[in-house]
C-alpha cells in the first residue's frame, strides 16, 4: 500500500467520527413514519397537562425547596427530599460525584418546579369523571407514620377525597438509585370509577448539551423493543406519542438519566412533548376500575441513575426491562464499543490505571491483527524496495500513461505484491478506534479519572500547549490553541510511520503528505486524551512491527 492510500485510511478513520451518524443512522422522518404506521388510534385519555401557567421564580433552590413541606431520603448514592405538595421528586444529589475534577460541590440533578432550571417527576392517578377529584401537583398529602425515606424504610403518604376515595402512596428506594411507588385508590363509595396510572418527567429548560454527533442528549423510551430517541429541538416542533405494551421512557444526559418504568403487562400511552416545559410521560390505555369498597393498586419503577454500566445493566436484569441498557447511548458499533469496555474494566481492576487499561488494550488490538498486519507490512515492504524501479518506468513511459500501468501491474505480479492489501487491515481497525472513542465519551467510568503526569481526565483532552511551552512559560493560551504534548506526540508517531511507507512519485503530492500528520494533531487535539494515547501508542507498536518486517524484506531481496 502506497503512502496515499495510508494516508486516506487515516482520513477516514477521523471523518467517520463526524460523518457517522450521516452514513450509518437511519434517517428521524424514516424511524417516526414505521412508528406511526405501527401506532393504532390514541385513546382520548391523557396524562394531566403541564400547568404552563405556573411562573418561574427568581429565587434561590433553597428557598424554593422551603415552600413546601418535605420527607428526606438517603443512600449510600443518593440523597435529596420529596416535596409532599404534589409528591413530588424534586430535590436530588448523587453523592459520589462532583461537577469538577478538584471541586467539592455534588452533582445536582433534580430541582423544584419553580426554579428556572425545574427537573421533577410526578406520579398519579388521572380520571375522565370531572365530578371526581384526583390529586394534582398542587395537592398536599399527609405522612402516615415514618417520615424519613432509606433503604427498608419506606414512607406512606395519604389523601381523600370530598367524595369518599383515599389515595396512598407506598415511595420506597434501594441502596442505589432505584425508586419503587406503590399507589392504591381505595373506594368507600357504593359506586364504581375508572382511573388511569401514570407518571411524568418535567424539565423546565433543555440544558447545554454536548452537540455530538456521537451522543444522544435529551427525551428516550424503548417501546415494544423499538428504542425513540428524540432531541430537545425535535420536540419544540412536533409532539411524539407512542401506544406499547411494554418499555420504558426518560430524559437523558451524557452522565445521567432519569426514567420510569409502567408496570409490567399493562398497555400504555407515551408522549413526549414541549409546552413551556419538556414532558416524557406514559399513561395506561386501559382503566382501572375500582367496584364499590373495594381497592386497587398500581406499581411504577423510577431510575433516577449516573449511568454506571454495571448499575444500569444490573436494573436491566434485575427488574427485566427489556433494552434498558441502552439508556447508555453504545451507538451503533454497539457490539464492539460495549466489550471494549468490559475489556478495559477489566485491565482496570487489574492495574488500577485506566490510562494503563487503555495502553494493554491496545496491545491486545495489535496482537489481534497481528498476523493481518504483517501480511500488509511485508507488501509495503516490498513497495518500497521497488520504488527505484517503479519511478525508472515512469519515466520511462511517461508519455504512455496505459503502457505504463501495464508495467507496473507486471511488476506487482513478478513480485507478488498487491498494492491493495495494505488497506485492509487499516480500514478493519477504524471501527476500534471509533469505538476507544465512543466508549472514553460516554462511559461515567472514564470520568474524572487519571492516568500519569499532567493528564487528570481521560476524558478531557491534554489541558497543555505546545504554545506555552506546555507550561513553562506563565501564559495561558486561548482554547484553540490547546494543543497539548500527548497530541503532539501522536503527530510525530504518525510522521515518523509515514517515513517508512512508500514516497508518492509526485513531489507536490509528497509535500501534501507530509503536513498530513500536523492537520491530524490540530484536528485531535480537542479530543479525549484517552483516545490520543491509544492512537499514540498505537503508532508506536505499528512502526515497531513495520520496521522489522521492512528490514527482514530489504535482506530478503539483497539476497
Not at 415552600?67 to 440523597?79: A, H, L, P, Y
Not at 504483517?374 to 515492504?381: G, H, L, P, Q, V
Request: hydrophobic share 40%; aromatic share 12%.
Amino acid at each position: 500500500m502506497d503512502s496515499k492510500n495510508v494516508i486516506a485510511a487515516i482520513s477516514l478513520s477521523a471523518a467517520v467520527i463526524i460523518l457517522y451518524s450521516l452514513f450509518f443512522a437511519p434517517s428521524p422522518q424514516d424511524l417516526k413514519q414505521v412508528q406511526e404506521e405501527k401506532n393504532q388510534v390514541l385513546e382520548t385519555t391523557e396524562a394531566p397537562s403541564l400547568e404552563v401557567e405556573e411562573k418561574v421564580l427568581e429565587i434561590s433552590r433553597s428557598e424554593a425547596k422551603s415552600k413546601n413541606q418535605r420527607v428526606e431520603f438517603e443512600n449510600i448514592s443518593m440523597k435529596g427530599s420529596i416535596s409532599l405538595t404534589g409528591s413530588t421528586i424534586d430535590d436530588l444529589t448523587f453523592k459520589k460525584y462532583t461537577e469538577t475534577l478538584d471541586g467539592n460541590d455534588q452533582i445536582i440533578l433534580l430541582n423544584p418546579r419553580n426554579l428556572n432550571n425545574g427537573y421533577y417527576i410526578e406520579t398519579g392517578w388521572a380520571t375522565n369523571n370531572e365530578n371526581i377529584d384526583v390529586p394534582n401537583s398542587k395537592t398536599i398529602w399527609e405522612v402516615v407514620g415514618n417520615n424519613k425515606l432509606s433503604p427498608n424504610n419506606p414512607i406512606n403518604l395519604k389523601w381523600e377525597n370530598d367524595q369518599g376515595i383515599i389515595f396512598n402512596k407506598k415511595i420506597s428506594i434501594d441502596d442505589e438509585y432505584l425508586f419503587t411507588v406503590d399507589q392504591s385508590i381505595k373506594n368507600t363509595t357504593e359506586k364504581k370509577y375508572n382511573f388511569y396510572p401514570y407518571g411524568q418527567i418535567i424539565r423546565n429548560t433543555a440544558p447545554e448539551v454536548t452537540n455530538f454527533y456521537i451522543l444522544h442528549e435529551g427525551l428516550l423510551g424503548v417501546f415494544d423493543d423499538q428504542l425513540v430517541e428524540q432531541d430537545y429541538d425535535d420536540i419544540e416542533e412536533k409532539k411524539y406519542s407512542v401506544n406499547a405494551g411494554k418499555g420504558w421512557l426518560g430524559i437523558t444526559d451524557k452522565y445521567w438519566i432519569t426514567s420510569l418504568i409502567p408496570e409490567k403487562n399493562k398497555e400504555f400511552k407515551a408522549d413526549f412533548e414541549f409546552k413551556n416545559k419538556f414532558k416524557a410521560n406514559f399513561i395506561e390505555r386501559n382503566p382501572t376500575t375500582v367496584g364499590a369498597n373495594e381497592t386497587k393498586s398500581n406499581n411504577i419503577k423510577i431510575i433516577i441513575a449516573a449511568k454506571e454500566v454495571g448499575v444500569i445493566d444490573g436494573y436491566a436484569e434485575k427488574l427485566k426491562v427489556d433494552k434498558f441498557d441502552l439508556a447508555i447511548d453504545w451507538g451503533w458499533f454497539y457490539f464492539i464499543v460495549k466489550p471494549l469496555f468490559f475489556a478495559i474494566d477489566y485491565f482496570f481492576k487489574i492495574s488500577g490505571n485506566f490510562g494503563i487499561a487503555i495502553v494493554l488494550i491496545t496491545f491486545c488490538i495489535r496482537l489481534a491483527f497481528f498476523p493481518l498486519s504483517n501480511y500488509s507490512f511485508r507488501s509495503m515492504a516490498k513497495m518500497k524496495v521497488l520504488q527505484p524501479e517503479m519511478t525508472r518506468l515512469k519515466e520511462l513511459h511517461k508519455e504512455d500513461k496505459v503502457k505504463l500501468q501495464q508495467e507496473m501491474m507486471a511488476l506487482y505480479k513478478k513480485e507478488k505484491i498487491n498494492p491493495l492489501s495494505g488497506c485492509l487491515p487499516i480500514l478493519i481497525q477504524i471501527p476500534f478506534f471509533f469505538a476507544i472513542y465512543k466508549m472514553l465519551f460516554v462511559t461515567i467510568e472514564m470520568r474524572h479519572q487519571p492516568f500519569f503526569g499532567w493528564i487528570k481526565d481521560l476524558s478531557e483532552r491534554d489541558p497543555t500547549s505546545i504554545f506555552n511551552l506546555f507550561g513553562i512559560i506563565p501564559w495561558d493560551p486561548p482554547s484553540f490553541l490547546l494543543i497539548g504534548a500527548w497530541p503532539c506526540l501522536m503527530g510525530v508517531s504518525m510522521y515518523l510511520q509515514q517515513k517508512l511507507n512508500p514516497t508518492p512519485p509526485d513531489p507536490i503530492q509528497a509535500k501534501i503528505f507530509m503536513f498530513f500528520p500536523l492537520f491530524l494533531t490540530v484536528i485531535l487535539a480537542p479530543f479525549p486524551s484517552g483516545l490520543v494515547i491509544y492512537w499514540t501508542v498505537n503508532n508506536v507498536l505499528t512502526m515497531a512491527q513495520q520496521y522489522v518486517i521492512i528490514k527482514r524484506t530489504a535482506v530478503k531481496t539483497v539476497q
